[in-house]
């Protein structure tokens, strides 16, 4: 079945720094693909995402592109910020055979801390 | 983005009782709900779909009559974890989306711990 790698954590960061958070997945078909953000205390908001090979997501200065050669989807953003202190989640949705989208299938998590 | 409320946030119960959660959407009618259930530092994990009207779909493994999951509005879902024991302690969030190709919304979840 589906499943999505994630990067494990916690990763710590200072204020400005560089932030990678690897994510590889293993699916049939073409899923679209998503990252996820959970700020403490509240739901899962999503963050970005991409539907097809070499679409690159982007929002709030975080980036991933859709890498089908290495089935990876990894996020960056170039100066990370106190406020960017989460917990990030990787996610695929494959389209079923009507074209209805299915559920997401997550990766496990990785908390980030950005220290001022 | 569309509101999903989920509550209550933190439930601390004996075991042997019963739990239910509520997963609201806000401002837009959810045909579809999800309940996923996290445990520490694993992936979310979904339990069941749930469409309004009709009855859950359970995940392989999941115990339906452990799990009740009822759907009754299009804006609320209830999951009801009966007789719960420690092992049961996670921690549970829904989702909801108003159409198959839509985003669906999360709701904060929900830590429940048996005691």
Redesign the interface.
């Known amino acids: 079945g589906d499943s999505?790698t994630q990067m494990?954590g916690p990763v710590t960061l200072s204020e400005e720094a560089f932030l990678t958070i690897n994510c590889t997945y293993t699916a049939t078909g073409y899923p679209s693909l998503f990252w996820?953000v959970q700020y403490p205390?509240?739901?899962?908001?999503?963050l970005l995402k991409a539907t097809k090979a070499d679409d690159k997501g982007s929002n709030k200065g975080f980036e991933a592109t859709y890498r089908k050669e290495t089935t990876s989807f990894h996020l960056e953003k170039g100066s990370v910020q106190v406020s960017d202190s989460a917990v990030y989640?990787c996610a695929l949705s494959n389209r079923g055979s009507s074209?209805?989208?299915r559920?997401?299938?997550?990766?496990?998590?990785t908390q980030l801390t950005v220290l001022p | 983005?569309a509101v999903?409320s989920?509550h209550p946030?933190r439930v601390i119960c004996k075991s042997g009782t019963s739990v239910k959660i509520e997963c609201r959407s806000l401002d837009f009618q959810a045909t579809t709900m999800?309940w996923?259930r996290q445990f520490p530092?694993?992936?979310?994990m979904?339990m069941a779909?749930s469409n309004e009207g009709s009855k859950a779909t359970y995940e392989q493994g999941v115990e339906k009559d452990k799990f009740l999951i009822n759907h009754a509005s299009l804006t609320l879902s209830t999951l009801t974890v009966t007789s719960a024991h420690p092992e049961d302690s996670s921690f549970y969030?829904c989702?909801a989306r108003d159409s198959?190709?839509?985003?669906?919304?999360?709701?904060?979840?929900t830590r429940l711990t048996v005691v």
């Open positions: 999505v494990e996820y205390g509240e739901g899962l908001q999503l989640f074209g209805s989208a559920q997401l299938t997550f990766g496990s998590g | 983005g999903v989920q946030s999800f996923y530092k694993q992936s979310l979904l779909t969030i989702s198959p190709n839509t985003e669906a919304f999360f709701g904060q979840g």
